[in-house]
């Protein structure tokens, strides 16, 4: 009988329409940073690696926050 009244005491909050503790369980408290600040990328040195070469090599990553490190791979 207790886990049918934890299920009537968790009544979705009609502002959201989320669960109040569904809410409080993933909430976190973030920041605008990214999660990693640096990315290693590899690639194969093929014409379809251009725009990750433009984007490193041109500071386009920096714009973000963040630095694109490029690993030539062997095909």
Known sequence: ???QDRTQDAAPSPALGVDPALR???WAGGSD???KPILVAGFLPLTDCASLVVAA???FD???GIRIVLSREPS
């Open 1 to 3: 009988m207790q886990d």
């Open 24 to 26: 409080a369980a993933v």
């Open 33 to 35: 940073a990214p999660e």
């Open 57 to 59: 090599t041109e500071g």
């Open 62 to 64: 920096r714009k973000h």
